[in-house]
């Protein structure tokens, strides 16, 4: 079984409200990502999560904040966000961070910022 | 910076036609090359990994081939039919050595419409 699923797949929010997205995979994976994807553009990479530590921040706002609870799990919790943060948010997993694995992504979340 | 660029940007075809999509990059320091398709709305679907090592990957009507030193990487899909109508995405990995994990550089995609 290879899946990553996010929830929820759609969220609306305002400026001021706080929201997480959610990511789980049962793969056994040790490495997790979030990717932001706009429209027509490929996917760029937010974090990178090895063995529950963060690995990567490709110099994210703070309005972003990840939080990798467990190995199968993984949170964007979003607060103070801007129109422009609107886009669908992959999540990622590979099997180590070591080595160049096949990454599997999930179906993403499409965020609305009004 | 790595750039990853693919040829071309859309492309339509009739059904049944033999088809290659291009992918090049600027730095030939990857780990490896990975392939993914995209549905509209949807997230990306892997279809197939080349090590950096690997000259070529199958599996079923499509294959991958690879030439690390020139940077770049080609997708033939073979006998195309209106299901493989999606948005391809190549994207080359790099090793995170400091922490771990792997940073995929995507290209810009190649759109796919294959016409009955």
């Known amino acids: 079984d290879t899946e990553v699923t996010q929830t929820p797949k ?8 706080k929201k997480s997205l959610k990511c789980e995979q049962h793969m056994g994976h040790r490495a997790m990502y979030w990717y932001k994807q706009k429209a027509k553009k ?27 609870p467990n190995s199968s799990l993984l949170n964007l919790h979003l ?35 009004v | 910076k790595q750039e990853v660029t693919q040829i071309p ?39 197939l990994l080349i090590q950096s090592s690997q000259r070529e990957q199958t599996s079923g009507r499509l294959n991958a081939s690879l030439d690390k030193s020139s940077g770049r990487s080609t997708l033939y899909i073979a006998a195309s039919q209106p299901g493989d109508s999606a948005t391809y995405l190549c994207a080359v990995s790099a090793l995170i050595l400091t922490g ?4 995929l550089t995507f290209g810009t995609g190649t759109q796919l419409k294959v016409e009955l």
């Open chain 1, 42 to 68: 490929p996917p760029e990479l937010m974090f990178v999560y090895s063995y529950e530590k963060l690995s990567i921040n490709e110099s994210v706002p703070s309005r972003f904040s990840p939080e990798c």
């Open chain 2, 9 to 47: 940007a859309a492309l339509s075809v009739p059904e049944g036609e033999n088809l290659v999509l291009n992918c090049s990059f600027t730095d030939s320091a990857i780990y490896n090359l990975q392939w993914f398709r995209q549905d509209p709305g949807k997230g990306l679907t892997s279809l």
């Open chain 1, 10 to 17: 759609h969220l609306v929010m305002g400026m001021t409200n």
């Open chain 1, 79 to 113: 607060h103070a966000l801007q129109p422009e943060d609107s886009a669908l948010y992959l999540c990622a997993s590979s099997q180590d961070g070591f080595s160049g694995n096949t990454i599997y992504f999930g179906e993403g979340s499409w965020l609305t910022v």
């Open chain 2, 100 to 103: 771990g994990g792997n940073k």
